[in-house]
């Protein structure tokens, strides 16, 4: 199974910058976005042999999300505890639950860091409870670079959104309630492998990037992962896609 994950920071905008191309192309089974940025209705799409599932944000023009699958899943719920920003999708197979995920951003001066926190507890305990019944995938934007290699300037990024220490303990507790990150797993050694460049200072022409677009997948399954991608060369968004082969 391929799966493709992508925050399209706007999948309208994203629309006139490649994204069918992109979506035709990529050979997904199943295909999540973030950060849609509109509700279903105003948009159309070209999704033939696919089924599709929105998350929409109550506030409009502001995150969501969504996942397009050739596989009809068991079941579908959406958000967590009383998200209202459509940040949460999960798909249930018979093998396996998919979530799509949108992480809040802890914002300027980090007035939003101990939501986001609070936040990250609530997937922890999502994710952790249906680990419990059969493995997970978990993708999306977590917004965290969760260590020093997945961040070209590590040392001035400290007190920013994104990097703090705070941010970069709770995803190793997500961690280490039993996931592993499928692409540090398989390329323990990369360097300057980044999936999200600010707009500002030619960031992306310099990849001074973050990596903080994940699949992430219950440890006990990660011997089943063939590969995780980075799709570097795909613009359209301030963030790239990502991807995971496995055989699940």
């Given at each position: 199974m391929k799966a493709v994950s992508w925050n399209v920071n706007g999948l309208r905008s994203c629309m006139g910058k490649g994204f069918m191309d992109f979506f035709r192309d990529s050979g997904a089974d199943i295909f999540c976005v973030q950060e849609t940025k509109l509700q279903r209705g105003?948009?159309?799409?070209?999704?033939?042999?696919?089924?599709?599932?929105?998350?929409?944000?109550?506030?409009k023009g502001y995150s969501g999300t969504a996942v397009f699958t050739k596989r009809r899943p068991l079941s579908v719920t959406y958000?967590?505890?009383?998200?209202?920003?459509?940040?949460?999708?999960?798909?249930?197979?018979?093998?396996?639950?998919?979530?799509?995920?949108?992480?809040?951003?802890?914002?300027?001066?980090?007035?939003?860091?101990?939501?986001?926190?609070e936040w990250d507890r609530s997937l922890r305990e999502h994710v952790t409870a249906l680990d419990k019944k059969k493995p997970v995938i978990a993708c999306g934007d977590f917004n965290v670079a969760h260590t020093e290699a997945d961040i070209k300037n590590a040392?001035?990024?400290?007190?920013?959104?994104?990097?703090?220490?705070?941010e970069r303990e709770s995803f190793t507790k997500l961690l280490?309630?039993?996931?592993?990150d499928t692409?540090?797993?398989?390329?323990?050694?990369?360097?300057?492998?980044?999936?999200?460049?600010?707009?500002?200072?030619?960031?992306?022409?310099?990849?001074?990037?973050?990596?903080?677009?994940?699949?992430?997948?219950?440890?006990?399954?990660?011997?089943?992962?063939?590969?995780?991608?980075?799709?570097?060369?795909?613009?359209?968004?301030?963030?790239c896609p990502v991807g995971l082969v496995i055989e699940i």
């Open positions: 105003e948009i159309r799409l070209d999704l033939s042999g696919y089924f599709e599932y929105w998350n929409d944000a109550e506030k958000g967590i505890g009383g998200d209202s920003e459509g940040r949460v999708i999960t798909l249930e197979y018979e093998g396996f639950f998919l979530v799509n995920v949108y992480v809040p951003n802890s914002g300027e001066e980090l007035k939003r860091l101990e939501y986001r926190l040392a001035p990024n400290r007190t920013h959104a994104g990097f703090t220490d705070e280490e309630a039993g996931f592993t692409f540090r797993e398989l390329y323990p050694a990369a360097r300057d492998k980044y999936t999200y460049w600010t707009y500002m200072f030619k960031a992306r022409e310099r990849n001074a990037g973050w990596r903080i677009d994940y699949f992430l997948v219950s440890s006990r399954i990660k011997d089943k992962v063939a590969d995780s991608l980075i799709y570097s060369g795909v613009y359209g968004s301030d963030h």
